[in-house]
């Protein structure tokens, strides 16, 4: 009996223990004073509630501190605000400093692993990392190197630690980490490198791997249940992924997953999207190529998969599925859905019902698109929920070693990670776009472990027969597919927005320009001048009662990579260099934080 008694005390406190990290963090991505995730919320909604900051006064901004990073190169995503600590973390190698908002921005502490500078070249696209985590009193770090570290957020030692991938098979970390329940859910980077993708859960207070699911693979590795498992709505049945490829090319089948989660606790789910399959070639890769380039909603606890959605089957261009996916309730013909959109690098925009997985809206988000004329909406065809692709712009039916040209978008997609807001005000979407489109030539290419596995190559250039730049930001409506309104930028808008209750969206520009616009019209109220090229996400809190806006700056990441690796060669960075070589003319490289308030 006592064993029993002890048995039964060891699961409460295992319960408890689990509701408590996670009702903390919830509560703290409740309070609007702070920033304690990335995406705003695990909804990826990217809104704050907090107005003193508003479309009236947003004009008289000034920079309130700065703090330097110590560190070049591409700074992606945002800092962290938690219990008066600021949380900002740099591109490799990786180093986290906490910093006392009660004391002028004080080093707490700081945080540098000695990483193999190995990994640098094995990284696609330049050395950027999204930002870390909070939950549990921890702050969670995932390495360029794979490794996922847990630090103690007020002191910062280490944990626990947990080796997640190997860099010497091409697997590598950009992204963030998502804290949910007891769990930290992990993706994995390295496409370009014939890795198989996965996602994988570690216990949140002892690092232990909980559960692995992959992309591609037997059911029992990408944890299907062939009856239950659906695919816009239809069980996805026995083998669905590995009868899309031939023979064993599934096993260096890439489908990675360096972009965004968000998770709805009350259906117990987990939503990412897949990366683009092994390799660029896609006559080297016969077949739809399942389960890369796919929306997945998984079991928070289980990993277990209830549906999924493939966006574009045999990728032919590198659209990577892996933008983020942004949940709502919103009321369609009267009755309110859980709704998901997801703004894909194909250029669709897509509204699926994130319970069941249904299909409601996939339309352009970007009116040159031109590799498809649009997805089959008709549930009651063969080819329900496929794009139709235009013969002109595939580049397999085109054949290897042949340059199709003028693709629209480009590789790097009508948008790439930059995460979109929402703003439950205007029901709208503020999505930052690349306006970019290619040539692409395929050719034959060998797999060996470690080394770039592409196939392909590529030059970009801004959209013809448009307003001559390479971006535009734009407010969509999920629910209609249409854009409301759009501003043109000279380059790609390469920095996640943020929506207010001030009724202002923010964001940043390539150039280095934190900007202001109107929620409902576009306007433009405030723009600021920073340092260098701005990829990372405009974020916001309030502290002694005075609200700020903060965004890192330090050109990089796929658009900048020309300027932040010191590449000329046009055709380097997967043809990305040629395309944004004009970049020099505006900004340099750096790492800075800059924070914005009113003046008192």
């Known amino acids: 009996m006592r064993s029993i008694k002890l048995l039964t005390s060891g699961l409460a406190l295992c319960v408890a223990t689990q509701a408590m990290a996670n009702d903390d963090l919830v509560a703290k991505m409740d309070d609007p004073t702070q920033w304690a995730i990335q995406t705003g919320d695990y909804k990826n909604q990217r809104y704050s509630e907090l107005d003193a900051i508003n479309a009236d006064n947003v004009a008289d901004l000034q920079v309130a501190w700065t703090f330097s990073t110590g560190v070049l190169r591409g700074h992606e995503g945002s800092p962290l605000v938690v219990d008066d600590i600021m949380y900002v973390h740099t591109p490799f190698p990786n180093i986290v400093y906490a910093l006392d908002l009660n004391d002028e921005g004080r080093i707490i502490w700081r945080y540098e692993p000695k990483q193999d500078p190995d990994v640098i070249p094995v990284m696609c696209c330049d050395t950027v990392n999204r930002g870390v985590a909070y939950g549990d009193g921890k702050i969670f770090l995932h390495q360029a190197d794979t490794k996922v570290v847990a630090l103690d957020a007020k002191t910062g030692e280490t944990v626990w630690e947990a080796q997640n991938g190997d860099p010497s098979k091409g697997e590598t970390n950009t992204a963030t980490v998502l804290p949910v329940k007891d769990k930290i859910i992990v993706g994995i980077s390295g496409g370009e490198f014939g890795v198989q993708g996965h996602v994988t859960a570690y216990d949140m207070a002892t690092g232990e791997q909980l559960w692995r699911a992959y992309s591609v693979g037997p059911d029992d590795q990408i944890m299907f249940d062939p009856e239950k498992t659906t695919n816009l709505g239809e069980p996805v049945g026995a083998d669905s992924s590995i009868k ?33 399959p092994s390799t660029w070639n896609p006559a080297q890769r016969p077949g739809d190529n399942r389960w ?70 996939a339309e352009k988000y970007d009116p040159v698109v031109n590799w498809t004329t649009g997805v089959d909406m008709d549930p009651e065809s063969d080819t329900y929920g ?170 990089g990441g796929w658009a900048g990579i020309g300027l932040a690796a010191g590449l000329t060669n046009p055709n380097d960075g997967l043809g990305a260099v040629g395309g944004y070589a004009a970049l020099s003319d505006y900004t340099a490289l750096g790492g800075q934080l800059t924070v914005f308030a009113l003046p008192d």
């Open 244 to 276: 899309t490829w031939e023979g064993d090319q599934w096993m260096i089948g890439g489908g990675t997953t360096w972009g965004w989660y968000a998770a709805d606790m009350e259906e117990n789910l987990f939503y990412y999207g897949s990366g683009n």
């Open 292 to 361: 890369s380039m796919t929306i997945f909603a998984r079991d928070i606890d289980t990993g277990e998969a209830k549906w999924v959605y493939q966006m574009t089957p045999h990728d032919e261009w590198d659209f990577d599925g892996v933008n983020e996916m942004i949940l709502t309730e919103q009321e369609i013909d009267g009755q309110e859905r859980k709704l998901l959109t997801h703004f894909d690098r194909n250029g669709l925009g897509y509204t699926l019902d994130r319970v069941s997985g249904e299909l409601l809206v």
């Open 386 to 555: 496929r794009p139709e692709v235009v013969a002109e712009y595939s580049t397999e039916q085109n054949g290897e070693d042949v340059n199709s040209t003028g693709i629209c978008p480009a590789a790097l997609g009508s948008k790439d990670q930059q995460p979109a807001a929402y703003s439950p005000k205007t029901q709208l979407m503020y999505v930052p776009t690349n306006h970019v489109c290619m040539d692409y030539e395929p050719f034959r290419v060998s797999y060996t472990a470690g080394q770039p596995y592409v196939g392909a190559t590529l030059a970009m250039y801004p959209a013809p027969d448009s307003h001559g730049g390479m971006g535009n930001f734009i407010a969509w409506d999920n629910l209609a597919g249409e854009i409301k309104w759009s501003l043109p930028e000279q380059f790609s808008v390469w920095s996640g927005a943020l929506a207010t209750a001030g009724d202002v969206v923010f964001y940043g520009t390539l150039e280095g320009y934190l900007k202001a616009v109107h929620a409902e019209t576009g306007e433009e109220l405030y723009k600021f001048k920073t340092p260098s090229g701005i990829i990372g996400n405009v974020m916001t809190y309030e502290h002694d009662g005075k609200q700020f806006i903060g965004i890192l700056s330090g050109i």
